[in-house]
């Protein structure tokens, strides 16, 4: 089984950039599809952005469209969220996780592991 840890959360002012990393560790993590996503206080969880299994894909919601992106290393089987031009609406715990094979799907019941996340506060 693989487990998922999120790193690299923190406080920034808006307009900054942070750089999130979801590191796997159990098993392979080669074949796996991820996804992030992130729940601000009150709301329902999101999804931001994921990357297909073999890393041939990206795709991100419409929100952080042009402002994030995502990679993966699967020689150190972490998966990156960049995320620049920070905005107060980005403010939420950042979650990443993993599907077997497959893209990055929306939906997050479509996702079988999840890490604990990671708090991203962006202030104006």
């Known amino acids: 089984q693989v487990q998922l840890v999120e790193s690299g959360g923190g406080s920034v002012q808006a307009g900054g950039s942070l750089r999130l990393s979801c590191v796997a560790s159990g098993r392979t993590f080669t074949n796996y599809a991820t996804g992030w996503f992130r729940q601000a206080p009150g709301k329902e969880r999101e999804f931001v952005g994921g990357i297909r299994w073999d890393g041939g894909r990206t795709n991100f919601a419409d929100s952080v469209k042009g402002r994030f992106t995502i990679s993966r290393d699967n020689a150190k089987t972490t998966v990156y969220l960049q995320m620049n031009s920070l905005k107060p609406e980005d403010t939420a715990v950042y979650y990443c996780?993993?599907?077997?094979?497959?893209?990055?799907?929306?939906?997050?019941?479509?996702?079988?592991?999840w890490g604990q996340g990671t708090q991203v506060t962006v202030s104006s």
């Open positions: 996780a993993a599907r077997l094979f497959g893209t990055a799907a929306t939906r997050s019941n479509e996702y079988t592991i």
